[in-house]
């Protein structure tokens, strides 16, 4: 009876260490050096991953954030600022670690891709003419911890 009950206080203690072992199934969504244009700032922002999901989003201030649940292993992230004065710039704080995504367990269906399209917003003074474009972020744009 008492090896018995040893015995499975060692099985547990090993379940419980391997566990601690194991590497984080977290992963940290950040962005630098992105392609913006003088002046220009984030007026909205699309992440589409597959084999994670969203765990944690720093919503910037007046942001409006809409995720879809994943399907397929995939799932996509919206954000838009709700006025001008909402709108991100490159050095904004909030895109410092913008989303903590979960990874699939192991062994992902899919595997694991991050892409980004921001939408890039310019408003000239002189002309009083205001310009967007969609930017489809280079992997190198795209940090990930």
Known sequence: ?????????????????STAAEPARTRVVSFRK????????????????????FQK?????????????PVGDACTLKGTGQHGGAFL??????????????????????PFSVEVQMVGYLYDRNTQKEDQR???LPKECIVIE
Do not use: C
């Not at 009876?1 to 260490?17: H, P, V």
């Open 89 to 110: 710039f490159p050095t904004s704080r909030n895109l410092h670690q913008f989303v903590t995504l979960s990874l699939d367990p192991p062994p992902p269906s899919r």
């Open 34 to 53: 992105l392609p913006l244009r003088p002046g220009e700032r984030i007026a909205a922002i699309q992440i589409d991953i597959t084999g994670a999901a």
């Open 134 to 136: 969609l930017i489809k």
């Open 1 to 17: 009876m008492r090896a018995s009950i040893a015995s499975l206080l060692f099985s547990a203690a090993l379940i419980a260490a």
């Open 57 to 69: 989003v720093s919503i910037p201030y007046d942001w409006g954030v809409e995720i879809t649940p």
